[in-house]
């Protein structure tokens, strides 16, 4: 897994995670934090712990990056080694900034450990600090110092003599109740479910009367409609198998003594559940799509809701267990629904469960459509190579997470219908393996997408995988991440594959990771869908024209080292014609909020070329249209750019910027420092600038 800085970029409206566990493997991972994890997941909150054993690079993963952004809060357990711990320290730094950023929840616990020696680092922290410094330089070591600072600031949890069971559950008992719940009412589920019943039959009417066929425009309606059943189907299911999961889990915990072979469990959806993980406000959107999409109105028109013809079928879920019942003797029985609830295996639904052990993949292949709660770092899939091409009817693999996983199965290629695939690794060709160019097979692949080992891998195979056509993708990770440092760099094979590797048009989110290539793909400034775009290529020498991306809203751009300067080719002027241009075109970056650069070490200038903007702007000299930059520029980061003498005065005086960061940029401190810097003046009104020394 590549390591490379976070952004703000990261952050969407669903987290994936509930808790983000941040902890000193050596000190508590086999005791207090595995308690601590189990108690979290027993109780619903999906928790991400780094169980890698695996040694990491000197840089924070780009997993673990991507699961502190994507999670509602962590638990950050201070014990005896956490201070030594360097990649505790990084983590413990995103963490801060995450909560300076958008609020993220932070839980300290002190682990048998005085919190007065992390907040003032005295004694070992103290000790484990000099080395730090000596090894890693003051910069760095001030950053984690600071976020010492701050985290100690917050009311924790010490632990020093009570019960670890007790302690544990009050901890879980507060978090679960400050959880952002939502309130989902019971009338919304069985008005989506009636809804999604009716658009089945009205689409299957529709094909049996051709109504498909009556034009472009019928047709473009019934993609939409597709598109949006396929979506509510994903929800249902999340719902459904939450729903069960539940009741199955007070089940469990009660141990409920019996001598049956079986135990019926009899689903009731109960008035108001509540949720943290946005299945209820995904319920809630869908609904409203479904109500500016007005197919209702259609329903009476291709469907005879009085039909005896007609079938409205249960929707079940797809997911890991049955909706109805679960069979088998009492032990295995309970140590099958504790594997179901702590996603430690199990993929599909049984009629007997003896010996399912040994049959978690082979027993019920055809039925299988959602394969989920892979365990983060753990290699499933390796373990399922001989069976995964009889998943015929698999649609969702949702393995976000399993970078140890370097190969995916050869028999991948064969899932047709699969429509989400979190993670993608591609390697050297291989018979038994699945390659970059079998992604033609998945034609359905919608959601998010994550390709690494891209180094790997041969232009003619990223060709093959026909990326642009796959409509449904929404956000893209391109990693060329490299394992082996001492291999001469592929510049012009990378240039080839990432050109290959064209999105389709309507991507909203875009990373690329590590690339090597010289040059950018010519295609990146006609995705005008995209709303996110963070960039780590170190040899591109300027950056792409973005500028005329219209619906750009967070863009990261970091360790480009030989970039020395931006300036017009940013804003995309050369792309303008001055034959055909309007007021809207001499505003760049219309609708950009965050932007963020970091670790640009050689980069010395930015500044564009003002007065040949307004001349361009006027044409004829008769037009009153002056250039507008970054109109709604609302956070502007500047991190680790050493060399960057100034900041852009007109940026800096948009009435929309509320906030700047800049750190570990010596010359911009010199000038914008509250103290001494000459221009602070010229930064005096935003309302929130941090320029720490």
Known sequence: MSAFSSSSAFHQSKFKYGIFLSFCGKDTRKSFTDHLYSALIRKGIRTFRDDKSLERGEDLALELLRAIGESWGSIIVFSKEYAFSHWCLDELVEIMKQREERGHRVYPIFFYVEPSDFRHQRNTVEEDFKKHEMKYGEVKTRSWRRALEQVTGINGWPLKDQHESEFVEDIVKHIFEKLDAKILDEQEVIEMKTSYQKIQALLENAEDKQYMEEGKAVKVWFDELKDLAYDIEDVL?????????????????????????????????????????????????????????????????????NSTNLRLERPKTTSLIDESIVYGRDDDKLDLVHCLLSGEGGIASYDGIEGWRQRQVESCHEKVRHLNFIPQGDPVIDGINDGMEKLIKLRHLQNGGTSSIRLMPKGMSRLTSLQTLEELAVGSSSSNSFSLADLENLIHLRGNLYIRGLDSVQPSEAREALLSAKAGLRELIIDFYIEDYEKEPQMEEHALILQALQPPP???????????????????????????????????????????????????????????????????????????????????????????????????????????LVWRSRGDRSSNTIPIIMPKLQRLSILSCYELKTLPHHILQSRALQELVIRESRFLYDRYNKKTGHDWPSISHIPRVNIPY
Not at 258 to 266: D, F, G, L, N, V
Not at 267 to 287: C, Q
Not at 506 to 520: A, E, G, P
Not at 562 to 575: A, N, P, Q, Y
């Open 237 to 305: 299911d999340e719902w459904n198998t939450a729903v069960l999961k539940s009741k199955i889990e007070r089940v469990y915990e009660a141990q409920i003594p019996s001598t049956s072979s079986s135990i019926s469990i009899e689903v009731h959806t109960p008035s108001t559940i509540s949720w943290f993980g946005g299945i209820a406000l995904r319920i809630r959107e869908l609904n409203k799509r479904l109500e500016a999409s007005r197919v209702k109105d259609y329903f009476s028109l291709a469907v005879d809701l």
């Open 506 to 612: 309507n991507l909203q989110i875009l990373r690329i990771v590590q690339c090597q290539s010289r040059v950018f793909p010519n295609w990146m400034t006609s995705l005008i869908s995209l709303k996110i775009v963070e960039l780590s290529c170190e040899n591109w020498e300027s950056l792409p024209s973005l500028g005329k991306l219209p619906s750009l809203e967070s863009l990261t751009i970091h360790s480009m080292h030989k970039v020395r300067k931006v300036g017009d080719e940013f804003l995309g002027i050369e792309t303008l014609s001055l034959s055909s241009v309007n007021h809207t075109d001499f505003v760049f970056f219309p609708n950009l909020k965050l932007l963020e650069f970091r670790f640009m070490c050689e980069w010395k200038e930015w500044e564009y070329d003002y007065e040949k």
